[in-house]
């Protein structure tokens, strides 16, 4: 079956750097995305990979690595904004999304 | 420009009861799609549109229908709710489908309840 595992909560401090990880198994790849989700709000697209390797952009940063089966968002210089659900989400062979269940990010001062 | 907008953004209904909920896009997007989304899972897809007047079922179908007469709106319809149901509804958009890669535009979603 096709599935996505990233942790259910983490915790971070302001001003430091997390990483999300996700880990997916699909039939079929081809790519994967990486959505912000505020609480009560609607999820916001932040990356793309399809390539293995690193995408920076601003103070997220998405990596990919396809034999591995596996991603990570890299948040940077965390702001008290940042607390939101952070989705993973894998394009298979059909060109469907198989989402991940989403990882709450809590940031404290 | 107001994007993606669903109505209403909250209903509660009884069991048994129909509604039908109304996502409209003003960005003359191909492709609809309707999500929900419920406490430790990920999205998922019910039904989805490739273009105007046509639609296709999603991964959780069942208990749903939708339309699409215009290009800008895509409904989703219940006919006769069921406690399952309650979750929160979800509208997207894409100018991207089948075969190509594009992020998708979000409503802010409809939380239905049905008691």
């Known amino acids: 079956g096709q599935n996505i595992d990233q942790p259910t909560e983490m915790t971070a401090t302001e001003g430091a750097i997390v990483q999300i990880n996700c880990t997916y198994q699909t039939s079929g790849f081809n790519g994967l995305f990486w959505y912000q989700q505020h609480a009560g709000e609607a999820p916001t697209f932040l990356s793309y990979n399809v390539l293995d390797g690193l995408e920076e952009k601003g103070r997220f940063s998405s990596f990919l690595s396809r034999s591995k089966g596996y991603s990570y968002l890299l948040l940077k210089e965390l702001q008290m904004k940042d607390s939101a659900s952070y989705l993973c989400a894998a394009l298979d062979s059909n060109y469907q999304l198989i989402w991940g269940a989403g990882t709450k990010l809590i940031i404290k001062p | ?115």
């Open chain 2, 1 to 115: 420009n107001a994007g993606v907008t669903q109505t209403p953004k909250f209903r509660v209904l009884k069991t048994g009861q129909s509604m039908t909920l109304l996502c409209a896009q003003d960005m003359n997007h191909e492709y609809m799609y309707w999500y929900r989304q419920d406490p430790g899972m990920g999205l998922r897809l019910i039904h989805y549109s490739v273009g105007e007047g046509t639609t296709a079922k999603g991964e959780v179908p069942d208990g749903y229908n939708v339309s699409r007469l215009k290009k800008q709106n895509f409904l989703l319809g219940l006919e006769s709710a069921a406690p399952s149901q309650t979750s929160v509804y979800f509208c997207a958009s894409s100018n991207k489908g089948q075969g190509e890669i594009g992020e998708l535009f979000f409503g802010e979603g409809s939380r239905l309840t049905v008691l």
